[in-house]
């Protein structure tokens, strides 16, 4: 029988506590071996005067751990103290927060609030380093915690195994000095952006795609209305990214180190945010004018790790004067989220999946099995690219990347159209077949297949209706699923 929620809390709570215990021993242990012989015995055996233990303010053991960082000028004792007192909240615990979260328990900030409410899959480990084969099908949250714990049990981890909403994110972020955006989605970004200038907090926000990546710190300073703050997430990105070119990591894949490279960044800016503090441990926002530092430019950095020139920064316009969350004419409020009336999904335009074609112009996965086994004359276009198409392809089919068929530009009427090298492969393969052969299109989910049968009906190549064009709906995806299940699932 599972365990319950609170059950799974107190267990964790009383692992993390007996780790702790566990680590005082041993240094008692250290220090009466180093101390039980020669002449310096008597001494070590001095019984501490009192108040004596309280003499410096980390204990004998946060020297020894945190000392590499704490010689620095740019920490010091002063700036790991605001570690230790500090909170830092880290939204998803895939490819970004795993390396940010390790670097931050680490360094010894006092509180991580860990929110994630996916599991772990096997397809992750490649590139979320706090993940391992054991903890498949685990609370990411959880798997993630038992890795931060072993690496430095003295911080408190805060486990929210469930995925932000907009009820739940401004009291949540109203408990921590920082947030950290490592989603990958635009509705999660732009929820979590407008959260943080409600809860008056600074963000840092990253993401990764392919082989490239970015990096902003956002709301920094936190100053409420205040145009000289630092910028929002809707200042730089007004409008969300149409929804068909929305990728995730699963749809565009990511090289692993290029999304490790982006999170330890992340938590790198994290750090000077922390240090960027009052004397007294106050926020930039809360210090004003009397903070430690002005702000500085703010700036995006770019990474391309296949680049000759790997790092750019960008640098960025303040805020926006007409800015929906930030600036005096907002018009996002608390009240907005709370009550639900700002629906992300909308906005970012993904209500539901890619439908463009009609039911009598898509076919099931089971359907096409048929058509191939009865020797139907057909001819397959895979519009995958040919990366993917290299990893595993079905025989006789022609492989067109999308981009190639939506790069083929028309003049004037429909018929006259300037094909590139691969267009004009297909139309040689089709001169070898009958008017009326039927032409398939099929991709890895059953969305660019769509859009690519519109656009070859555009080109031409439906013969004056006299061809059937048409997709496979759920692409590779529904043909593991329902022809064939060994078919590689990447």
Same mark, same amino acid.
């Given at each position: 029988?599972?365990?319950?929620?609170?059950?799974?809390?107190?267990?964790?709570?009383?692992?993390?506590?007996?780790?702790?215990?566990?680590?005082?021993?041993?240094?008692?242990?250290?220090?009466?071996?180093?101390?039980?012989?020669?002449?310096?015995?008597?001494?070590?055996?001095?019984?501490?005067?009192?108040?004596?233990?309280?003499?410096?303010?980390?204990?004998?053991?946060?020297?020894?751990?945190?000392?590499?960082?704490?010689?620095?000028?740019?920490?010091?004792?002063?700036?790991?103290?605001?570690?230790?007192?500090?909170?830092?909240?880290?939204?998803?615990?895939?490819?970004?927060?795993?390396?940010?979260?390790?670097?931050?328990?680490?360094?010894?900030?006092?509180?991580?609030?860990?929110?994630?409410?996916?599991?772990?899959?096997?397809?992750?480990?490649?590139?979320?380093?706090?993940?391992?084969?054991?903890?498949?099908?685990?609370?990411?949250?959880?798997?993630?915690?038992?890795?931060?714990?072993?690496?430095?049990?003295?911080?408190?981890?805060? $486990?929210?195994?469930? /995925? $932000?909403?907009?009820?739940?994110?401004?009291?949540?972020?109203?408990?921590?000095?920082?947030?950290?955006?490592?989603? &990958? /989605?635009?509705?999660?970004?732009?929820?979590?952006?407008?959260?943080?200038?409600?809860?008056?907090?600074?963000?840092?926000?990253?993401?990764?795609?392919?082989?490239?990546?970015?990096?902003?710190?956002?709301?920094?300073?936190?100053?409420?209305? &205040?145009?000289?703050?630092?910028?929002?997430?809707?200042?730089?990105?007004?409008?969300?990214?149409?929804?068909?070119?929305?990728?995730?990591?699963?749809?565009?894949?990511?090289?692993?180190?290029?999304?490790?490279?982006?999170?330890?960044?992340?938590?790198?800016?994290?750090?000077?945010? $922390?240090?960027?503090?009052?004397?007294?441990?106050?926020?930039?926002?809360?210090?004003?004018?009397?903070?430690?530092?002005?702000?500085?430019? /703010?700036?995006?950095?770019?990474?391309?790790?296949?680049?000759?020139?790997?790092?750019?920064?960008?640098?960025?316009?303040?805020?926006?004067?007409?800015?929906?969350?930030?600036?005096?004419? /907002?018009?996002?409020?608390?009240?907005?989220?709370?009550?639900?009336s700002l629906d992300y999904v909308v906005f970012c335009g993904m209500t539901s999946p890619v439908m463009v074609l009609a039911s009598e112009e898509r076919v099931e996965a089971t359907e096409y099995a048929k058509?191939?086994?009865?020797?139907?004359?057909?001819?397959?276009?895979?519009?995958?690219?040919?990366?993917?198409?290299?990893?595993?392809?079905?025989?006789?089919?022609?492989?067109?990347?999308?981009?190639?068929?939506?790069?083929?530009?028309?003049?004037?009427? &429909?018929?006259?159209?300037?094909?590139?090298?691969?267009?004009?492969?297909?139309?040689?393969?089709?001169?070898?077949?009958?008017?009326?052969?039927?032409?398939?299109?099929?991709?890895?989910?059953?969305?660019?297949?769509?859009?690519?049968?519109?656009?070859?009906?555009? $080109?031409?190549?439906?013969?004056?209706?006299?061809?059937?064009?048409? &997709?496979?709906?759920?692409?590779?995806?529904?043909?593991?699923?329902?022809?064939?299940?060994?078919?590689?699932?990447?």
């Open positions: 029988m599972a365990s319950s929620k609170p059950d799974i809390d107190a267990l964790l709570a009383k692992v993390q506590s007996q780790e702790a215990e566990l680590l005082r021993l041993r240094s008692e242990l250290a220090k009466a071996l180093s101390g039980g012989a020669g002449p310096s015995s008597a001494q070590s055996e001095r019984v501490p005067k009192e108040n004596e233990s309280h003499k410096w303010p980390l204990d004998p053991e946060e020297y020894q751990r945190y000392g590499r960082q704490m010689i620095l000028s740019e920490v010091g004792l002063q700036g790991q103290i605001k570690f230790r007192n500090a909170s830092v909240l880290i939204i998803g615990l895939g490819g970004l927060g795993c390396p940010a979260a390790a670097y931050l328990a680490g360094a010894g900030v006092g509180a991580l609030g860990l929110v994630d409410g996916d599991t772990v899959e096997l397809s992750n480990l490649h590139r979320q380093i706090l993940h391992t084969t054991a903890t498949v099908g685990s609370l990411k949250v959880e798997s993630a915690a038992s890795q931060l714990r072993k690496r430095n049990p003295r911080n408190k981890y805060n $486990l929210y195994p469930s /995925h $932000l909403t907009p009820a739940s994110a401004i009291p949540l972020f109203k408990q921590y000095d920082l947030v950290l955006d490592c989603t &990958d /989605h635009p509705t999660s970004r732009y929820l979590i952006s407008d959260a943080a200038v409600l809860a008056g907090i600074p963000l840092v926000s990253a993401s990764a795609l392919k082989t490239e990546g970015q990096l902003l710190v956002l709301n920094n300073p936190p100053r409420k209305r &205040d145009r000289k703050g630092g910028p929002c997430y809707r200042c730089i990105f007004p409008r969300p990214p149409a929804a068909d070119t929305a990728l995730s990591c699963g749809e565009g894949g990511i090289l692993g180190p290029v999304v490790g490279v982006m999170g330890i960044l992340m938590a790198v800016e994290a750090l000077k945010v $922390l240090t960027d503090r009052g004397s007294d441990g106050e926020t930039v926002a809360e210090a004003g004018s009397s903070g430690t530092s002005p702000p500085e430019p /703010h700036s995006m950095l770019i990474y391309s790790a296949y680049s000759s020139i790997p790092f750019r920064t960008l640098k960025m316009k303040g805020k926006r004067h007409d800015c929906m969350a930030c600036s005096d004419a /907002h018009s996002i409020t608390e009240n907005s989220l709370l009550s639900g058509a191939r086994e009865t020797g139907e004359a057909q001819v397959l276009v895979d519009v995958r690219d040919e990366t993917q198409f290299g990893i595993c392809n079905l025989q006789d089919s022609v492989n067109i990347p999308f981009r190639l068929i939506e790069s083929v530009s028309a003049s004037g009427d &429909d018929s006259h159209v300037t094909d590139n090298q691969a267009l004009h492969v297909l139309r040689q393969a089709l001169e070898n077949v009958s008017p009326d052969t039927k032409l398939y299109t099929v991709c890895r989910f059953g969305n660019d297949s769509q859009v690519a049968v519109r656009r070859l009906k555009e $080109l031409g190549f439906g013969n004056d209706n006299q061809r059937w064009i048409g &997709d496979i709906r759920g692409g590779f995806q529904a043909w593991k699923k329902e022809v064939d299940p060994t078919w590689p699932q990447y």
